[in-house]
């Protein structure tokens, strides 16, 4: 090689951070057998994430400068555009989930930072050098493996894994929270906790409940201000990250995906809720509850875990067998004979489910002209502990003993025979605001206010005459915004990824399927008793 030559290509390494790998105790190889990348990676003989358990060295003087030069110029290589960290944290070469790194220039992931990993070859071979641990959220400048402190990094970080703290989410259920839009890469506006979560394939009736969910303010708290880093379930990790995603007021982009969520409940359910095939959000809900609630430690004793403190009630059932008298009517009704033995039993319940009238026989032409109605206090009346019904010879009635700070109610509006699944159409007629639960109460006065307002409304729609397994189902989810009543208060309508404010009086005009309603903490009152309001 000519003396020029020589002297070009020193001035043009030394116009470039250098990428050498600092190993102690080691001779360092010369610049020609350095920029050969390709051997150091075949002649590493290290295991592949040994490099990253040593701890590190502190570097000389002027070694920290040269880093410092390094990753000012390696910063700006930096795409936020392209991270994204919904998905499930496993290497895009080995799909191992252990020690995971993300690079912050392409936004793929890979297993180790060590001088025979896969980040270390891919800074290499594709000349991107910034990548972040996707577990400490640490960044390090690969291949030289040195960690990179810059404030800039900050917001990566948060969206990786936000923080809460009790001052920063004591006004999300507040008016207030509206008035502070949040805006992502795109300067697009927000509101965070009310924004769109992917559906994946067929998944969407996953989604409503977790929306639901992610709405009653103290599971909510809990799981945001949560910070499981010990033996907790990978399920209920992951449902406290999908949390602090959803209620992020840092996001790169104004959506979520619970792929990472959803991975986990299908290996948790052994293949019972997938992201593949339609499902029911009333066992999803059911399911979900009772395993959350024993991964926080709870047992069947009386709030044992948020969950049994948020949402368990009691309710009382009272049954009786039938008997057939001779002096009754052939159209009578049977009904509880006080002379005789009645069992009664106490039992816990997470949700309330009630029976909708059956629709008519008949329809007109059109199939869709003839919709029934139906107000919510005759369905609710099962609860009242006077109307009976009769199943397998037994009489049964039931009144609740305790009424929980949330309840869930579920209208029953699939049946199934053995040829085909039917779904009744009723329209259950109900208000936002203070639905009065007392007269399906039997409890001491001591017992807690019985006036509920609504915070949540999962709706069903479909074809005429097709059920919830078709192609056609669609699930949204009406969601409280504030609280209050009237202007404080606003509701919004989730589809997937379509957020949309919707007008109050338009939330009863669905099929209802879940609703979760919030014990008021006062009871205000007007003139004529409870304040309802309808719309």
Same mark, same amino acid.
């Given at each position: 090689?000519?003396?020029?030559?020589?002297h070009?290509?020193?001035?043009d390494?030394?116009?470039?951070?250098?990428?050498?790998?600092?190993?102690?105790?080691?001779?360092?190889?010369?610049?020609?057998?350095?920029?050969?990348?390709?051997?150091?990676?075949?002649?590493?003989?290290?295991d592949?994430?040994?490099?990253?358990?040593?701890?590190?060295?502190?570097?000389?003087?002027?070694?920290?400068?040269?880093?410092?030069?390094?990753?000012?110029?390696?910063?700006?290589? /930096?795409?936020?555009?392209?991270?994204?960290?919904?998905?499930?944290?496993?290497?895009?070469?080995?799909?191992?989930? /252990?020690?995971?790194?993300?690079?912050?220039?392409c936004?793929?992931?890979?297993?180790g930072?060590?001088?025979?990993?896969?980040?270390?070859?891919?800074?290499?071979?594709?000349?991107?050098?910034?990548? /972040?641990?996707?577990?400490?959220?640490?960044?390090y400048?690969?291949?030289?493996?040195?960690?990179?402190?810059?404030?800039?990094?900050?917001?990566?970080?948060?969206?990786?894994?936000?923080?809460?703290?009790?001052?920063?989410?004591?006004?999300?259920?507040?008016?207030?929270?509206?008035?502070?839009?949040?805006?992502?890469?795109?300067?697009?506006?927000?509101?965070?906790?009310?924004?769109?979560?992917?559906?994946?394939?067929?998944n969407?009736y996953?989604?409503?409940?977790?929306?639901?969910?992610?709405?009653?303010?103290?599971?909510?708290?809990?799981?945001?201000?949560?910070?499981?880093?010990?033996?907790?379930?990978?399920?209920?990790?992951?449902?406290?990250?999908?949390a602090?995603?959803?209620?992020?007021?840092?996001?790169?982009?104004?959506?979520?995906?619970?792929?990472?969520?959803?991975?986990?409940?299908?290996?948790?359910?052994?293949?019972?809720?997938?992201?593949?095939?339609?499902?029911?959000p009333?066992?999803?809900?059911?399911?979900?509850?009772?395993?959350?609630?024993?991964?926080?430690?709870?047992?069947?004793k009386?709030?044992?875990?948020?969950?049994?403190?948020?949402?368990?009630?009691?309710?009382?059932?009272?049954?009786?067998?039938?008997?057939?008298?001779?002096?009754?009517?052939?159209?009578?009704?049977?009904?509880?004979?006080?002379?005789?033995?009645?069992?009664?039993?106490?039992?816990?319940?997470?949700?309330?489910?009630?029976?909708?009238?059956?629709?008519?026989?008949?329809?007109?032409?059109?199939?869709?002209?003839?919709?029934?109605?139906?107000?919510?206090?005759?369905?609710?009346?099962?609860?009242?502990?006077?109307?009976?019904?009769?199943?397998?010879?037994?009489?049964?009635?039931?009144?609740?003993?305790?009424?929980?700070?949330?309840?869930?109610?579920?209208?029953?509006?699939?049946?199934?025979?053995?040829?085909?699944?039917?779904?009744?159409?009723?329209?259950?007629?109900?208000?936002?605001?203070?639905?009065?639960?007392?007269?399906?109460l039997?409890?001491?006065?001591?017992?807690?206010?019985?006036?509920?307002?609504?915070?949540?409304?999962?709706?069903?729609?479909?074809?005429?005459?097709?059920?919830?397994?078709?192609?056609?189902?669609?699930?949204?989810?009406?969601?409280?915004?504030?609280?209050?009543?009237?202007?404080?208060?606003k509701?919004?309508?989730?589809?997937?990824?379509?957020?949309?404010?919707?007008?109050?009086?338009?939330?009863?005009?669905?099929?209802?399927?879940?609703? /979760?309603?919030?014990?008021?903490?006062?009871?205000?009152?007007?003139?004529?008793?409870?304040?309802?309001?309808?719309?």
């Amino acid at each position: 090689m000519s003396s020029s030559a020589k002297h070009a290509a020193t001035s043009d390494e030394s116009t470039r951070p250098s990428k050498r790998v600092r190993v102690e105790g080691a001779d360092h190889p010369s610049p020609h057998t350095q920029a050969q990348g390709s051997s150091i990676v075949t002649t590493a003989t290290a295991d592949r994430d040994s490099d990253d358990e040593e701890e590190e060295t502190t570097p000389s003087r002027t070694s920290q400068v040269e880093s410092q030069k390094a990753s000012d110029l390696y910063l700006d290589t /930096i795409n936020r555009a392209v991270l994204d960290f919904d998905f499930e944290k496993v290497c895009s070469v080995s799909l191992s989930n /252990i020690n995971i790194y993300g690079c912050l220039v392409c936004g793929k992931y890979f297993q180790g930072r060590g001088r025979n990993s896969y980040a270390f070859a891919h800074a290499i071979h594709d000349d991107h050098h910034v990548f /972040i641990n996707l577990e400490t959220t640490k960044v390090y400048v690969l291949p030289d493996g040195y960690p990179v402190s810059d404030p800039s990094l900050e917001d990566i970080a948060f969206v990786l894994a936000p923080t809460f703290t009790p001052a920063s989410i004591a006004g999300l259920s507040a008016p207030t929270h509206l008035q502070k839009p949040s805006y992502d890469l795109s300067n697009k506006p927000y509101i965070p906790g009310y924004i769109g979560l992917n559906n994946i394939k067929r998944n969407d009736y996953m989604n409503v409940v977790i929306h639901s969910l992610l709405h009653v303010p103290p599971l909510r708290d809990h799981l945001l201000l949560s910070s499981y880093r010990g033996k907790e379930t990978e399920l209920l990790k992951r449902f406290a990250g999908l949390a602090k995603k959803l209620w992020n007021p840092r996001l790169f982009k104004s959506q979520v995906s619970p792929h990472e969520f959803l991975q986990e409940v299908n290996r948790a359910s052994t293949g019972k809720f997938s992201l593949e095939k339609q499902g029911d959000p009333v066992e999803f809900l059911g399911w979900l509850l009772n395993r959350l609630h024993k991964d926080m430690g709870g047992t069947k004793k009386k709030n044992s875990s948020v969950i049994f403190t948020t949402f368990q009630g009691e309710v009382r059932m009272e049954t009786q067998q039938v008997l057939v008298r001779p002096d009754t009517g052939s159209n009578e009704k049977p009904r509880f004979d006080i002379d005789r033995e009645i069992k009664s039993t106490v039992s816990p319940f997470l949700f309330l489910a009630v029976d909708l009238p059956p629709p008519p026989l008949f329809q007109d032409s059109v199939e869709k002209n003839i919709i029934p109605q139906v107000s919510i206090q005759s369905v609710l009346a099962k609860y009242d502990g006077q109307k009976t019904q009769e199943s397998a010879g037994q009489l049964r009635r039931f009144k609740c003993q305790r009424l929980p700070p949330y309840i869930i109610l579920h209208f029953k509006r699939f049946t199934k025979n053995q040829f085909v699944e039917e779904k009744n159409p009723t329209i259950v007629n109900f208000p936002l605001r203070g639905l009065d639960f007392r007269e399906y109460l039997d409890a001491p006065p001591s017992h807690p206010p019985t006036v509920y307002d609504l915070i949540a409304n999962v709706t069903h729609e479909s074809a005429a005459g097709t059920t919830h397994d078709k192609e056609s189902t669609v699930w949204k989810v009406h969601l409280r915004a504030g609280a209050g009543g009237g202007e404080n208060e606003k509701w919004f309508q989730i589809q997937d990824l379509i957020v949309e404010e919707i007008r109050k009086e338009m939330i009863v005009l669905g099929e209802t399927i879940l609703q /979760i309603w919030e014990r008021r903490t006062d009871n205000s009152t007007t003139a004529n008793g409870m304040e309802v309001d309808h719309a």
